[in-house]
């Protein structure tokens, strides 16, 4: 089985504090993804990536940033944390030709304070 | 664009009950249809899938047949158990780079 591994379950930070997400996937899946979740709001897209070094703005990148330096491994990082970035972060990957299909990690509560 | 629209929840059901998640969808071209689910602590997990009009897919128990016409892709099970208790997501896919669009999610409880 596919396995997609977030570093953190849960996360606590301060306002200003840079913050990484990681996110580890183990079938050489072309493609990543992060997303946002937060009630109400269903699932946001932030960036994605359908390659080494290459990425993409999703539907809400601002305060974002995303790396993307081995195929495998996708980061997320907030360069100054801020309160309205308290959200469960999820992470996906996807083969690249089998497009329809995502797969989902266990997702990072992050808590700004 | 693509959008998803699914009912508010949470929809709170006793066991064995017959279950109706209703999805609609607004989208250029002929999308992909999906189920997704999450269960409490977990990622989000292909529940079932339909690629083109008519098409049924199923799942678990669980049913959805994509209507064109209608625009709709409703998610049905027949008897719910406890262990159904998740977020249920609809999402479609146009076949792009950038994934899913999905919808906002319905809580489901179901009580013994």
């Known amino acids: 089985d596919v396995k997609v591994t977030q570093s953190s379950r849960y996360l606590v930070k301060r306002t200003g504090e840079k913050v990484f997400l990681e996110c580890v996937q183990d079938?050489?899946?072309?493609?990543m993804f992060w997303y946002r979740q937060d009630p109400g709001l269903g699932l946001r897209l932030i960036y994605f990536?359908?390659?080494?070094?290459?990425?993409e703005k999703g539907d809400i990148p601002e305060g974002y940033s995303v790396s993307r330096e081995k195929k495998e491994r996708f980061s997320l990082i907030l360069e100054s944390a801020s309160t309205n970035q308290t959200s469960m972060y999820l992470c996906?990957?996807?083969?690249?030709?089998?497009?329809?299909?995502?797969?989902f990690g266990s997702g990072t509560q992050l808590s700004v304070l | 664009g693509n959008s998803v629209t699914q009912m508010e929840g949470p929809v709170t059901l006793s066991e064995e009950a017959f279950l109706t998640i209703n999805c609609t969808y607004t989208a250029t071209g002929y999308p992909s249809l999906f189920w997704y689910v999450q269960y409490p602590g977990e990622g989000l997990q292909l529940l079932l899938k339909?690629?083109?009009?008519?098409d049924k897919g199923s799942n678990k128990g669980f049913e959805a047949t994509y209507r064109k016409e209608t625009t709709s892709f409703h998610l049905e099970k027949g008897s719910v158990q406890v262990s159904d208790s998740a977020v249920y997501f609809c999402?479609?896919?146009?076949?792009?780079?950038?994934?899913?669009?999905f919808g906002k999610g319905t809580h489901l409880i179901i009580q013994p």
């Open positions: 079938m050489d899946h072309e493609n």
């Open positions: 990536s359908y390659d080494v070094k290459m990425k």
């Open positions: 339909a690629t083109k009009a008519d």
């Open positions: 999402a479609l896919s146009g076949g792009g780079a950038d994934g899913l669009t």
């Open positions: 996906a990957s996807r083969d690249g030709r089998e497009w329809e299909k995502l797969f």
